[in-house]
C-alpha cells in the first residue's frame, strides 16, 4: 500500500533559524507532493505544491524540494518566526481514484 | 466567504447514539471529503463524493453513512456511536477529486463519546 511518513518527533528550532521538515513515500510516485500547515483546533491550510519535474519551489520564506530518486520531499522555512509554530502535513494523490493520502504530520516550534 | 463550514463543532455522545455532522462549501466544488484525525494517524479518509449524486468509500468507513445532499452539503452520521469513533472530523472540498488541487478544510468537529 502507499505510505507517506513525515518525522513523528516535533522539530524544536531558535527563532531566525531554518527549519527543515521531511516527508518519505514508499510504493508510489506521486506526480506532485501538496504541503499543508494546521494550527491548534483549526483545518489543514494548503501552503505549497511541487510537480515531480519541479525539483524546488519558493514561496516567500517557504522552500520545497522533491526528490524522486531518494522518494522524498523537504520542507524548509527560513528565517523562521514563533508565528510559523505549526503542524505541518505532507500528501500526495493515490494512484487509483486521485484522493488525496496525508502523513500524520510533523509539529513544528519556533522559540524567541 | 466563509468557505468551508462544519457543524456542529463540539460534541459528546454516549455509547449507541446516533448524530449527524454538517457540512457545507461556498466555493462551488464538485468534490468533497470527511476525514478523521487522531493523534499519531494523520487524516484517514472517510468517505468521499467525487460529484453531486454519487459517494464512495475511503480508507475506515466502518461505522459511518454519508449524504451529499446537494452539490453545497456533505453529511457525515454516525448511526450508533462508538467510543472508538472519539475523534476530531474535518470535511474538505477541491474543485475535482483528481488532478492537483488543494484541498479547502473546514475547522473541524471535536466529537467525544463515553
Known amino acids: 500500500s502507499q505510505k507517506i511518513e513525515q518525522n513523528s518527533e516535533a522539530l524544536n528550532i531558535q527563532e531566525g533559524k531554518t527549519a527543515t521538515l521531511t516527508c518519505n513515500y514508499t510504493?508510489?510516485?506521486?506526480?506532485?507532493l501538496q504541503w499543508y500547515r494546521q494550527d491548534p483546533g483549526r483545518g489543514p491550510v494548503f501552503l505549497l505544491l511541487?510537480?515531480?519535474?519541479?525539483k524546488e519551489k519558493r514561496k516567500e520564506r517557504l522552500k520545497v524540494t522533491f526528490d524522486t530518486t531518494l522518494k522524498q520531499s523537504l520542507f524548509h522555512i527560513t528565517a523562521s518566526q514563533p508565528a510559523d509554530s505549526a503542524t505541518y502535513l505532507c500528501?500526495?494523490?493515490?494512484?487509483?481514484?486521485?484522493?488525496?493520502?496525508f502523513g500524520q504530520g510533523t509539529e513544528l516550534s519556533v522559540k524567541p | 466567504n466563509a468557505g468551508v463550514t462544519q457543524t456542529p463543532k463540539f460534541q459528546v455522545l454516549k455509547t449507541g447514539q446516533s448524530m449527524t455532522l454538517q457540512c457545507a462549501q461556498d466555493?462551488?466544488?464538485?468534490?468533497m471529503y470527511w476525514y478523521r484525525q487522531d493523534p499519531g494517524m494523520g487524516l484517514r479518509l472517510i468517505y468521499y463524493?467525487?460529484?453531486?449524486?454519487?459517494?464512495d468509500k475511503g480508507e475506515v468507513p466502518n461505522g459511518y453513512n454519508v449524504s451529499r445532499l446537494n452539490k453545497r452539503e456533505f453529511s457525515l452520521r454516525l448511526e450508533s456511536a462508538a467510543p472508538s469513533q472519539t475523534s476530531v472530523y474535518f470535511c474538505?472540498?477541491?474543485?475535482?477529486?483528481?488532478?492537483?488541487?488543494?484541498?479547502?478544510f473546514g475547522d473541524g468537529t471535536r466529537l467525544s463519546i463515553l
Open positions: 463524493s467525487a460529484s453531486e449524486g454519487t459517494t
Open positions: 511541487i510537480r515531480e519535474n519541479e
Open positions: 474538505a472540498s477541491t474543485q475535482l477529486t483528481g488532478g492537483n488541487q488543494p484541498q479547502h
Open positions: 466555493m462551488n466544488h464538485n468534490s
Open positions: 510504493n508510489y510516485s506521486p506526480a506532485y
Open positions: 500528501a500526495h494523490r493515490d494512484n487509483q481514484g486521485g484522493k488525496l493520502i
